[in-house]
């Protein structure tokens, strides 16, 4: 291929100018906002976006780790991407994220799909430029999977949206549950400094952003591992102080480490809305402890009752493992049980999918797939009896509805969230999108609600 750039140290990279990029995103929050950094990078040196894939100068699929089925989606993906390189042999495939972290895993793909050009794991992030520079020149795969977490702080993001961001405030996770595969792929917990979080969540305000949602495997365990150990609640209320910002949401909460202070503070937060991503994943003490979550059942139903106490109205989601090794019919009612007594707003169930080099990897499981699925689908069937339920007490009420846009099944409508991340949809004009407006609810539904405008948008 012809590479036109001639760099010396004080011009940046532009080799990508008049080309154009295609990023498709696998997985949670945090890899949605890892790609818009990435493109973001790649805009720098010149790239513009795609349509669509066949149109793209530059692939980039970002991966996610944590159960089979991404990882099956990439494998299938990369085995029709690769086919648009016969017509185009310039066409450059980059592979990141946590999939590609994993030695075996970037091995793998590096042999299975010689196609691909780049690989580069979750820590690479800072050095995509160089890597892409290199991808051009070499013929080799080049691949970047070091555990060096350098350079992360400043990166720029070309976010999606106008007005709802993603902020990461904490990297990587210390906990090592027993299944999870994240602790290995995203490294040890590195906190941002308050004072980054702070002036990003200002820059945003002052660019007309109204929501934020802060990110982290852990956000509770925020500031530990920084001079004076700021908490996370103390940051909720600094970013709560930002005059522009309407919103302020975060994500994941883990049990053993939520504070009484952090209830208070989203209790009394103005902006802070009144929701937790708080995962149980079993309800069983048994299950619990071999999952490594460090929490009984009884202690995450008092935690579930402290919030309800001081928060009215708040909602509070989770996720539930079916199927972990060894767990019994039993163990299984546990969670069943759990559902019914906390009654969560919705709750994502997951049959366990063995990861590699975890320490569930190695247990014994006696329980056929079947079982499994029989078991999701009865979990399921209860959660959406409680979720439409839990819905249906909100008819009638007048709710604060932020405007995401039309819906993507019917554009005469528009749909919305509340503070406590239910989707509302309504009719209304797409110049809604971006406002907050009062809806009075008028229909439940298991996964949405209904309603009708009831005054002005702010
Ligand atoms: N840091 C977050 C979520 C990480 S992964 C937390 O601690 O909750 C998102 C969800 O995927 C988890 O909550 C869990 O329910 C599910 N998950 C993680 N590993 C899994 C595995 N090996 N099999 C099935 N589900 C898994
Ligand atoms: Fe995985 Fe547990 Fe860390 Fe969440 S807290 S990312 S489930 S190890």
New binding site residues.
Partial sequence: MQFQHTETLNQPLRFGEGKQYWINTFG?QMNEHDSEVMAALIENLGYRPASGPEEADLLIINTCA??KKPEDKVSSMLGKLTVLKEGKNDLIIAVGGCMTQQQDLARHIKNRFSEVDLIFGTHALPRLPELLERAHLEKETVVDIKEDYTGREGLPAARTSTFQAWLPIIYG?N?F?A????PFVRGRERSRRFEAIISEAAALSDQNYREITLLG??VNSYGHDLPGKPSFASLLDELDRIEGLSRIRFM?S?PKDLSPDLIKTVARGKKICEHF?L?A?SGSDRILKKMNRRYTREQYLALVREIKAAIPGVSITS???VGFPGETEEDFSAPLDLLKQVRFDSA?A??????QG?K?EKLTDNTTYREKEQRLQALNKIQQRISLEENERLVGNLLEVMVEGPSKNNPELQTGRTRTNKLVHFTGPASLTGTIIPICITEARTWNLFGEMEGEPR
């Fill in positions: 949670c944590v159960r996770c906990n549950c299944y999870c595969v994240v495997q852990n994941t883990h991503h995962p994943q996720d539930i493992i994502f997951f049959i366990y999918s063995p990861r975890t569930a």
